[in-house]
């Protein structure tokens, strides 16, 4: 590379963005890039030109290894649409100005679907006006929904911390509970894709049952029949564990959580921000049944608990950010690295590039055929298919007691 | 030991509970005692008969290992509270009834406070009526309330937890928002103890601020102040993060979470049952400061997560338990096993037995010295004295990517 290179992280965080991050630096640098700029909060920092010199912070290898451990987007993260080309050209000269300043060579965005529209826009600007800078897509999502990509960097973390979770929770529900039957709710991330909420699976093994039911966002939601089946579980067990995600619907549409309240909050992308499924049917069964019941939120942890990453999706997140840099390196542009999955025993898996205009915008949901018929459970298929994405561990550094992550830059913390 | 030995958990799980139970189990054994039985949801399982022998379930040196690993009571837990001997004798009859059919020689029962007055009567009663089965209590709880004691086993893992995930909750806040300011509330159990909610001041390092604020229980709850510390901080950075109690009340003795709602639940010891601390502070700083804000609960993983607990806690869980055979096969009787902090740095620490008579149903808090003059934070104190107990690390057996744990008795899981 003769130029520089600019990275940004956008859209929700994971454990394992960090490690796409140092992946992009150290690729940019053994490829020859004079200078790897970070953007602050990604597109929307850098239209006010916030951005910082990351050689400045990642100054030895272990900073570099500190990254990778490092949870949460080290940049910054944004929720920022941008316009459509021809509704604010303005906007796309003020972007493609500061470029030409910087002398970007490439421009690297990690984030999922959302970000992907804004590498299309973006390519599709440089082309229009043959402007030379490459855009290249780097895929990160715990919601494993983005299309064409086996999966996502970042899930396989989340769904190792949801397993692990889970099958400590259902020890604990066990042990509560003696005569009159604990019904334990467990809400999951996931608005309409069911990834997460199916990875609660993985906590079944020798020495643990696994959630009792499972409901991925896909399929209506029957709340009498969750009732009836949650009543016959209890006549056989004393303690019964649901995982739900947060989206689950009824079939005429109808967030759960909308049952209880009339909260209806709207992000900046148009997504409804949900939360209190799990809090809602536990009081609902409470009601119906007159069992003890208790919800409970993974919450932000699921994404943010590097303390519990998996070594496979760390690596891949590594390899995919060293991919992007490559692929725009070698002229590609408007492109999107993709995990493709070559063999799931022994599991291997390689990088490809694919056009970011087939991929965004577009989620990728759980197939039906991966979910049991009666849709309270997913299948052999659904395991199989994640079960090679948690396997490893990655120390944390230690330090005092407590993981040790590569200081947040200070202009992230200030006004 | 010529007799057997029973052993029985009780209260609320943590990380470390079964690591004392493998403490006992092995001591017994070591000792001489013929069966190692388990009382099945402690006393009130006794009561009708359900126990296991331990030695069906421990048949490896690896399962042992296991079993320190396991979060929740393995043998599963119950919230019973013994009347007084003078109300029911008959129920202490059936006990003793019980304990001499199964030849015990020792009665170990690990728990708090409630589970420390189930010794207490028992022994009292063994005095009276000349029984020579020894009763000695075994101290547990991630709340860290017990008198006497310097800490509670348990506590180690459940602070270690706590420390981490309010690091990585920092991280995930402040990558998040940009402009508008966020702030997050974190909720932390513990209902009178601040023990757990100041352990959150262990995320602060080189590489992190901390939570910004910290409110314990044992000091009153001011909001408007709240409401303009908060609205302060915002002026300075766009992330604020709080740890605030479940327990937290205002000057004139109502919990915070009871001024949203009007939920009053009270379990089987007169304990009210609270939630929602969080969630309501939340949407009151949304209301009254206008800037975005959510509300995390850290739940049932506290006392769970075993995926993340501290070494120096799981080894002491193991020597208490040891402790406590000991003592009884000497003839103690009516006594708690403590631990004694001989120092901090190098940090060392012994066992002693106390009687369970100076301890029981007195809750230690966190003394005010230990919590700034403003009560916002805790002191340097309180860090020098929770640090030493979250140090080093009990790797997870992993198998196939989650922790592997010790199957389950059957009879826990059937009804």
Chains 1, 2 share one sequence.
Not at 85 to 100: G, K, P, Q, S, V
Not at 277 to 286: D, E
Request: overall charge negative.
């Amino acid at each position: 590379m003769k130029g520089n290179v600019i990275v940004g992280q956008s859209g929700g965080p994971t454990a394992a963005i960090n490690s796409s991050l140092a992946g992009v630096y150290r690729t940019a640098k053994d490829r020859g890039a004079k200078k790897v700029y970070g953007m602050l909060h990604g597109i929307q920092g850098l239209l006010e030109e916030k951005y910082i010199d990351l050689s400045n912070h990642i100054t030895t290898e272990l900073d570099a290894e500190l990254l990778k451990r490092t949870p949460a987007a080290f940049l910054g993260s944004c929720r920022y649409k941008l316009p459509e080309i021809h509704e604010d050209r303005e906007l796309y000269d003020r972007i493609f100005e500061i470029l030409n300043k910087l002398e970007i060579e490439a421009f690297i965005y990690i984030g999922g679907n959302d970000s992907m529209d804004t590498i299309k826009k973006l390519s599709d600007y440089a082309i229009i006006t043959g402007h030379p800078t490459r855009f290249i897509g780097c895929p990160k999502t715990i919601d494993n929904d983005l299309a064409l990509t086996d999966h996502t960097p970042g899930y396989g973390s989340a769904a190792k911390y949801i397993g692990t979770s889970m099958k400590e929770i259902i020890r604990d529900s066990f042990c509560l509970e003696y005569s009159k039957g604990l019904v334990t709710i467990v809400e999951v991330m996931g608005r309409n894709a069911g990834w997460l909420t199916g990875a609660s699976a993985l906590a079944q093994g020798e020495d643990c049952e696994g959630p009792d039911m499972i409901y991925l966002p896909e399929l209506p939601f029957d709340i009498v029949d969750f009732r009836d089946r949650v009543k016959a579980l209890l006549e056989k067990k004393t303690s019964v564990v649901v995982a739900i995600s947060e989206g689950i619907c009824t079939a005429d549409g109808k967030y759960v959580c909308e049952l209880g309240n009339s909260v209806d909050f709207v992000d900046a992308f148009g997504h409804k921000q949900l939360s209190g499924t799990a809090a809602y049917l536990a009081s609902y069964i409470a009601g119906e049944i007159g069992c003890k019941t208790r919800a409970i939120e993974l919450s932000t942890l699921q994404r943010a608990a590097a303390h519990s990453s998996s070594r496979v999706d760390i690596l891949e997140a590594y390899q995919v950010g060293g991919a992007a840099v490559k692929a725009a390196d070698e002229g590609d542009t408007g492109k999107m690295v993709v995990l493709q999955r070559l063999s799931d025993d022994p599991y291997q898996c390689g990088t490809e590039v694919k056009d970011v205009h087939k991929i965004a915008n577009d989620e990728k949901l759980v197939p039906r055929n991966w979910v049991s018929k009666d849709g309270t459970y997913v299948t052999n298929e659904f395991i199989s298919y994640v079960k090679p994405l948690i396997q490893g561990d990655v120390s944390p550094v230690m330090v005092d007691g407590i993981p040790r992550h590569l200081l947040t830059p200070k202009e992230l913390c200030e006004r």
